[in-house]
């Protein structure tokens, strides 16, 4: 795919249909956003450091479609997806004087993404938004699909809403200036629709993943766009995650587990999502439904990305047992039993429960 020709994927709900669409120096364009329901307000949900970089950006562009384009811009910080800074949107929305019209676009990472969907799921019971996601991370994985949400002290994206976006702006560009750390932590989602989905896309990974860490513009859009593809087919089959989606968790039941257990923060989600992949591929391996050679070139991979592959010591006590009692409040588990997303062979994944026993060997 060439980085300079738009490229547009449509995940198809009926009439909750929309597209992504794809490419460069789209977020300060006009013409991007035409095709959106006009308003007399638009509110652009940031946060501090985004917005030094973008918010003018959009600003502008948005401008020449709604005669008020208002924005509030949010502490920057995983720590900070919480009902406190939720409220801060609501704030801002009745503050000034805004309508069920007013249009809300989310311009940042999956934090951002998330508290601005379920502020637009919940203000008015229901305003139209826009997702401008401007991390790797978000651009192949959080902004599309309608899962939005905040943190609970006791469980991660524990409340929240499928709520779907009118839009979703995927300007590469902006990931120019993501800080290293960041851009290998949306690489763990990117691996993740590999293993479960396409090992074709899995070859490709591996042999372009020194490419995206360079940066190559080719690369990420190619990673960009065949990730959102994957995620619309899944998401397209099974909105609400009532079975198919929940493949797309593979690596999160360890992975939301070490970012609660550590503190929302400590470690990035995407790292955490990448450990939760080697854990899970790990328990997969034991159950006997993969070879370990197939664990042990995921966890290569994994580790090249720049990521972590040994769950952190979440107590010093009983650390399994901390594992498995964070994990059975994942949204997942059923009466209290874990079901793990797991590998049932390359390129196909199951949902399935595991041993206690089994899970606290390789915790
Ligand atoms: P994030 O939103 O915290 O962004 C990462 C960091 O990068 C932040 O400090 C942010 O300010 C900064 N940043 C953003 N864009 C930048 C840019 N272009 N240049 C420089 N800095 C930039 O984290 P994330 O990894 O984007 O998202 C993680 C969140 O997404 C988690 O809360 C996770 O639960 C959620 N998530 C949701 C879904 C979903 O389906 N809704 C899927 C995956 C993850
Ligand atoms: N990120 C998992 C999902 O969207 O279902």
Not at 125 to 141: I, M
Not at 240 to 247: C, F, K, P
Not at 316 to 327: P, S, V
Not at 348 to 363: F, K, N
């Amino acid at each position: 795919m060439n980085s300079h020709t738009p490229q547009t994927i449509t995940i198809d709900l009926a009439d909750r249909s929309y597209p992504i669409v794809i490419g460069s120096g789209l977020l300060g364009q006009p013409q991007t956003y035409a095709d959106l329901p006009n308003a007399s307000r638009a509110l652009i949900v940031t946060n501090n450091t985004v917005a030094l970089l973008y918010l003018q950006r959009l600003r502008g562009a948005l401008l020449s479609k709604y005669p008020q384009v208002l924005e509030v811009v949010l502490p920057d910080g995983e720590q900070h997806k919480t009902w406190q800074t939720l409220n801060l949107i609501f704030d801002a929305l009745l503050g000034q004087g805004c309508d069920r019209k007013t249009v809300l676009f989310a311009l940042g990472g999956g934090v951002v993404g998330d508290m601005t969907g379920f502020a637009a799921a919940s203000f008015m019971r229901g305003v139209p938004f826009v997702q401008v996601p401007t991390t790797l991370l978000a651009q192949v994985d959080s902004s599309v699909g309608g899962k939005t949400g905040i943190n609970h002290p006791l469980g991660k994206n524990m409340i929240g809403a499928f709520y779907q976006p009118q839009l979703v702006v995927c300007d590469l560009d902006t990931l120019r200036t993501l800080p290293p750390r960041e851009l290998s932590a949306g690489l763990a989602e990117v691996i993740k629709y590999g293993p479960i989905a396409d090992l074709a896309f899995l070859d490709w990974i591996e042999a372009n993943l020194d490419a995206m860490l360079a940066r190559d513009p080719a690369a990420l859009a190619h990673a960009v766009k065949r990730s959102c593809e994957i995620k619309a087919w899944v998401v397209g089959q099974d909105e609400r995650e009532a079975g198919l989606r929940a493949i797309l968790n593979f690596g999160h039941t360890f992975g939301h587990a070490i970012e609660a257990g550590l503190g929302y923060g400590e470690w990035l989600h995407g790292e955490a999502v990448g450990c939760g992949m080697v854990l899970a591929a790990e328990l997969s391996c034991r159950l006997g439904l993969v070879d370990r050679a197939f664990v042990k070139r995921l966890t290569a991979l994994i580790a090249r990305a720049g990521l972590p592959v040994r769950g952190p010591q979440l107590s010093a006590e009983d650390n399994a047992g901390r594992y498995l009692a964070l994990m059975r409040l994942d949204k997942k588990a059923e009466a209290g039993e874990i079901r793990f997303v797991l590998i049932d062979g390359p390129g196909r994944a199951v949902v399935r429960a595991a041993p206690d026993s089994m899970v606290r060997e390789i915790t």
